[in-house]
């Protein structure tokens, strides 16, 4: 099984901060990556796909990126709104893994 | 639009059974593969099973083969979780999910979520 290490697993900002989030796959996933935000009570819901493709409808504040089998969501300006957890996820082989996620909370 | 609506959750004792339905409107229901995903309360999201758009091929994470199985009818553009033999662990938000691109059984992301149906396994 392909395991997913997100860090870190909550960290507070600021309203206007840049926020990075990092996920490493145990073994290569190309591209395979996707990052979804979930707000409490909600179902999880898709910002970047295929590790650096924005979701339709989603800020372009939130991007991804990949180096190898690390990746990055970056939050270029947190908003109000983005206060929640966030996680990654491997769509590359069976069984799909995600990462821990990281909470993010108001400094 | 896309809509998925869960049903059938509730309060269980351990080592009985549940069939969790996952009503789907708003695309072509029988051109996409499916997905239950569950989240223990505070906890993380866990991949449970995934079916194929014709119901061909099916996948399981370790934890429920044998006590899981995911089914679909595309006439009625439902899915399907039958959960046998129900433990403490597998009290949990359940929730279907649909793929970005059809005919994909993995590859892409979960594009549109259910609201969640929650199983408590408890005596």
């Known amino acids: 099984d392909i395991q997913m290490t997100q860090s870190p697993s909550s960290l507070s900002a600021s309203v206007g901060d840049r926020v990075t989030i990092t996920c490493r796959a145990s073994q290569s996933i190309s591209i395979y990556l996707n990052w979804y935000q979930q707000k409490p009570g909600r179902a999880p819901k898709v910002l970047i796909y295929a590790a650096s493709s924005l979701q339709s409808g989603v800020p372009s504040r939130f991007s991804g990126s990949r180096s190898g089998t690390d990746f990055t969501l970056t939050i270029s300006s947190l908003q109000p709104e983005d206060f929640a957890t966030y996680y990654c996820q491997q769509s590359y082989s069976i069984p799909l893994t995600f990462g821990g996620g990281t909470k993010v909370e108001i400094k | 639009q896309v809509q998925l609506v869960e049903s059938g959750g509730g309060v269980v004792q351990p080592g009985r059974s549940l069939r969790l339905s996952c009503a789907a409107s708003g695309f072509t229901f029988s051109t996409y593969a499916m997905h239950w995903v569950r989240q223990a309360p505070g906890k993380g999201l866990e991949w449970v099973a995934l079916?194929?758009?014709?119901?061909?091929?099916?996948y399981y994470v370790d934890s429920v083969k044998g006590r899981f199985t995911i089914s679909r009818d595309n006439s009625e553009n439902t899915l399907y979780l039958q959960i046998n033999s129900l433990r403490a662990e597998d009290t949990a938000v359940y929730y279907c999910?649909?793929?970005?691109?059809?005919?994909?059984?993995?590859?892409?992301?979960?594009?549109?979520w259910g609201q969640g149906t929650l199983v408590t396994v408890s005596s």
């Open positions: 999910a649909k793929v970005r691109n059809s005919y994909d059984n993995t590859g892409s992301p979960f594009d549109s």
């Open positions: 079916i194929s758009y014709d119901g061909s091929n099916r």
